[in-house]
């Protein structure tokens, strides 16, 4: 395909956004099955405890009830899916897939949800407290909240179009949150790629999950008026952040009021538009590509073309790290092979550290440990 007419494809798409965006009662496509080569996964081809059946008896019908709720809330709010899989990820961070995250403030619980990476960022609770509620009804105090969280990813990113995977279940709840381990381990937006793949390393995932997990869902909430000036600058989105996370990139990256120096020029002026440089830190800036609603593999396209949004976008490629730069390049020429490394890793990142067995619980209402 040339360039011009890449180019008119994607003024096309970014129209048919516009069209998405402006109907509210728009329902995805679904399912949409790619499968990934998700079996097993990490950790050895899997974690003890953990296993695709467990509910086969208990609750067979627990992931049609997750997916009747996600496909009426992403219906809703497309950007949904996005938030609902970040969740699962800055879950799994601290302390393993416990539903920490989801705790609220009492008397013997520190809430997860003030950290630094959560706080006026997180998003998607109600969701998952619907999901909770249905299942409650269904099959009493069976199904933790743990697994709704990880459902609610697979289904969120099925629902997008992308890979569907076999999914372990079987996790518990924890009966603690951690506020300095969420401040601790979720990775800051400026990280540099030697932060990152140790962030990762110390959860037991490698280089290859770090650059097909950060491939990470990113849909709009974008504004009509937004659109056409992505459309008439030639830029493609891919995401949603708020500007207080990527600021640093567009005047001090260095420390001598200099922009990074990787962000492609016309971009770059956009971003600034946006994101000036007193103020406007709650400004949410979406990236996009051709397809903005769906799941696909552009957002390595942008990353090669200088248009990643996150600095530790940029670095999986201008890090000089050998295995992510190749792996970048890689997918934004393959998108199966995207894929599939993504239904991998999140079956690796949907194994750490799981409360299984005895230990733990099974939570009547996640946001509080039962008495
Ligand atoms: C590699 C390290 C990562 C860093 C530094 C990072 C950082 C960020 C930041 C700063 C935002 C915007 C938050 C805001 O402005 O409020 C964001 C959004 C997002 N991240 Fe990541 N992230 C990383 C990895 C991941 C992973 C592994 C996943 C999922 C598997 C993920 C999924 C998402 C999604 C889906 C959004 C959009 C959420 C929404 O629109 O509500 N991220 N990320």
């Known amino acids: 395909m040339t360039k011009a007419s890449m180019g008119c494809s994607k003024v096309v798409s970014s129209l048919i956004l516009v069209a998405f965006l402006s109907s509210s009662t728009f329902t995805l496509a679904f399912p949409v099955s790619n499968s990934g080569s998700g079996h097993g996964g990490g950790f050895g081809g899997g974690y003890p405890g953990l296993y695709p059946e467990f509910y086969e008896f208990s609750c067979p019908q627990v992931n049609d009830i997750v ?7 992403i219906g809703r709010e497309p950007r949904m899916a996005a938030s609902l899989l970040r969740l699962h990820f800055h879950d799994c961070f601290v302390q393993g897939c416990d539903a920490s995250i989801l705790l609220d403030d009492s008397t013997t619980i520190v809430s997860e949800k003030k950290s630094g990476p959560n706080n006026n ?22 199904v933790s909240c743990a697994d709704i969280l990880a459902l609610s990813a ?6 997008s179009g992308g890979p569907s995977w076999e999914l372990p279940l079987g996790r ?3 009966k603690t949150a951690n506020l300095s381990g969420s401040n601790a381990n979720i990775p800051p937006p ?3 790629i030697q932060n990152l793949v140790a962030l990762f390393n110390r ?43 990527f600021k640093q990139r567009l005047y001090n990256q260095y420390g001598n ?20 440089r007193s103020g406007g830190d709650n400004n949410i800036f979406p990236l996009d590509l051709a397809s903005p609603i769906r799941f696909d593999n552009t957002y390595f396209e942008l990353i090669l073309w200088g248009k990643g949004l996150l600095n530790s976008d940029e670095v999986l490629l201008t890090g000089n790290v050998g295995k992510t730069m190749e792996l970048v390049t890689e997918y934004a020429k393959h998108e199966g092979i995207f894929f599939g490394q993504f239904a991998k890793s999140m ?19 996640c946001y509080w440990i039962n008495n």
């Open 257 to 276: 009021n200099q922009p990074d120096e990787t962000l492609e020029r016309n971009y770059y002026n956009g971003l600034k538009t946006y994101c000036p």
């Open 203 to 245: 959860q037991g995932l490698d280089e290859a999950d770090l650059v097909a997990l950060s491939g990470e869902l990113l849909v709009n909430v974008v504004s009509f008026l937004f659109i056409i000036f992505l459309v008439s600058s030639g830029s493609h989105t891919i995401g949603v952040a708020r500007c207080v996370t």
């Open 190 to 192: 400026n990280s540099t």
């Open 154 to 159: 697979r289904g969120s990113t099925v629902l």
């Open 67 to 73: 997916m009747s709720v996600l496909e009426k809330a």
């Open 172 to 174: 518990r709840d924890s």
């Open 121 to 142: 960022s997180i998003r998607g609770f109600d969701v998952i407290d619907e999901i909770k509620a249905k299942l409650e009804q269904a099959c009493p105090q069976t």
């Open 347 to 365: 079956i690796r990142m949907g194994n750490i550290s799981p409360i299984t067995g005895s230990n733990g619980e099974i939570r009547k209402n």
